[in-house]
């Protein structure tokens, strides 16, 4: 069974680090095709796609993000991170972790619960 | 990046009854569009992808159609589990865009 879970902070304030963790477990990170994804989703919004980090360590960013993004992996190969730099408001959200791979890279096919972070002063 | 536009925007329809929801890309995507579905407070799941091949477990009564820049999303026979709300993705470029989303109800 696939599973994935995000954590984070909760709450933090304008212009610091947002750092975010995916445990995952039921895939392995190193088999050949498999990625995670981190999305991202404003209450009552849609969903944006962040940052995506595949099994051989490539990594790929939203254009619209990427100067502030960092995607990265443990060496376990279980834990996928993301960092956000100089947060704001607007950074907002509930933050998803997902496994993609089997169908396309872009594919998610299973999810996490989801992480709410809020940006406040 | 490629936008993508889904309508209806929220669509209330009576149990039994069959509902679609359409997306359109900004440009063709051939067939790389997959459709999600998010219950009240959940995660999105995946319901269909490459337009039309259902994921496992999904239930008979979705099916996905189209290509080109035109797709929809198919619901025969609506459940009460089927309330949610349904986005649509495309894979086709980088970075992956989704719709803005359909909210379902039950009338």
């Known amino acids: 069974q696939v599973t994935l879970k995000e954590s984070g902070p909760g709450m933090l304030q304008p212009s610091k680090t947002l750092s975010l963790t995916c445990s995952f477990s039921g895939f392995s990170l190193s088999t050949s095709g498999m990625v995670v994804s981190w999305i991202r989703q404003p209450s009552g919004k849609s969903l944006e796609w962040l940052a995506a980090i595949d099994w051989d360590g490539d990594k790929y960013y939203n254009p619209s993000l990427k100067s502030r993004l960092t995607v990265s992996k443990d060496t376990s190969n279980t834990q996928v991170f993301l960092k956000i730099t100089s947060v704001d408001i607007a950074d907002t959200a509930t933050y998803y972790c997902?496994?993609?791979?089997?169908?396309?890279?872009?594919?998610?096919?299973?999810w996490g619960q989801g992480a709410s972070v809020t940006v406040s002063s | 990046d490629i936008q993508m536009t889904q309508s209806p925007a929220s669509l209330s329809a009576s149990l039994g009854e069959t509902v679609t929801i359409e997306c359109l890309a900004s440009e063709d995507i051939y067939s790389n569009l997959a459709w999600y579905q998010q219950k009240p407070g959940k995660s999105p799941q995946l319901l269909i992808y490459?337009?039309?091949s259902l994921n496992d477990g999904v239930p008979s009564r979705f099916s996905g159609s189209g290509s080109g820049t035109q797709y929809s999303l198919k619901i025969n026979s609506l459940q009460s589990e089927d309330v949610s709300i349904y986005f649509c993705?495309?894979?086709?470029?980088?970075?992956?865009?989704f719709g803005a989303g359909t909210k379902l109800e039950l009338k």
């Open positions: 997902a496994r993609s791979g089997p169908f396309s890279r872009d594919v998610m096919d299973a």
């Open positions: 490459y337009a039309n």
């Open positions: 993705q495309q894979n086709y470029d980088s970075p992956p865009t």
